[in-house]
């Protein structure tokens, strides 16, 4: 079954207006230098076993709307079908956290999920610079076309911190989203917990006002606890506009 690298009973930021528990898969192919999961890259044996997380969840039923597979990556799960179909038949929503890196298992799993919360790392041509994988980019934009393609909700999110991101980086980014219809991308800010990387440590905290986090973009800014803090949004819709 799937390895569970870590576990939350209850969150009500993780999928929005819901209150989920979140299961964290162990693994990742992307090595982000903001992570701040980075014990979830590797493949270490699991936290807890699938069938206590089943456990929490029937004592919780009716408590819970939703369980949140998140991570690590989701997709490197080769049972995450099976236990997305255990969750839905105990009448739960399922949400994803993905940053799509295998479009086709992707496109696969849509037909049993409610909610997708889909990564954008930088601009297509630009992914390899932030999850120094080869091709990254390309898997990306194609798992983007799958979410859109099968109408699932979803919302993209960029991680920004000024080292890595900058102004025009993401005016291409919203460029490219507008471009294919998303109607909701929330920058969120870089988080010093977790985060392995000493270049990006100590550097300057990306906040609401940081100018990174306020511009002609449709956005939120969620705080360092995952919170909606503020919101600025000149772009008011990402389709229309």
């Known amino acids: 079954m799937i390895t ?18 979140i299961v964290f898969c162990q693994g990742c192919p992307w090595r982000c230098p903001y992570c701040h999961n980075t014990h979830l890259q590797g493949h270490e044996s699991p936290e807890r076993s699938w069938d206590s997380v089943l ?4 004592r919780r039923a009716g408590l819970l709307d939703a369980v949140v597979f998140s991570g690590g990556e989701p997709l490197l799960q080769k049972h995450l079908p099976t236990a997305l179909r255990q969750v839905r038949e105990r009448g739960y929503k399922v949400g994803l956290h993905t940053g799509g890196c295998d479009p086709q298992r992707l496109r696969a799993l849509l037909p049993l999920v409610d909610w997708i919360g889909f990564d954008v790392k930088a601009p297509w041509d630009a992914y390899d610079t932030i999850t120094r994988t080869r091709n990254s980019g390309a898997q990306a934009q194609r798992s983007l076309t799958a979410i859109l393609d099968s109408g699932t909700p979803f919302e993209a999110r960029t991680t920004v911190h000024p080292a890595l991101t900058s102004r025009t980086a993401l005016r291409r980014i919203d460029d490219q989203l507008k471009a294919v219809g998303v109607r909701s991308w929330i920058r969120q800010a870089f988080r010093q917990q977790g985060c392995a990387e000493p270049s990006l440590l100590g550097t300057a905290r990306t906040s609401a006002s940081h100018p990174l986090m306020t511009g002609p973009f449709r956005s939120h800014f969620l705080n360092e606890t995952g919170l909606l803090q503020a919101s600025c ?3 008011a819709n990402r389709a229309g506009a």
């Open 4 to 21: 569970v690298g870590g576990f939350t009973p209850f969150t009500t930021v993780d999928y929005p207006g819901q209150h989920a528990a």
């Open 55 to 58: 456990e929490v969840l029937d």
């Open 233 to 235: 949004s000149a772009v």
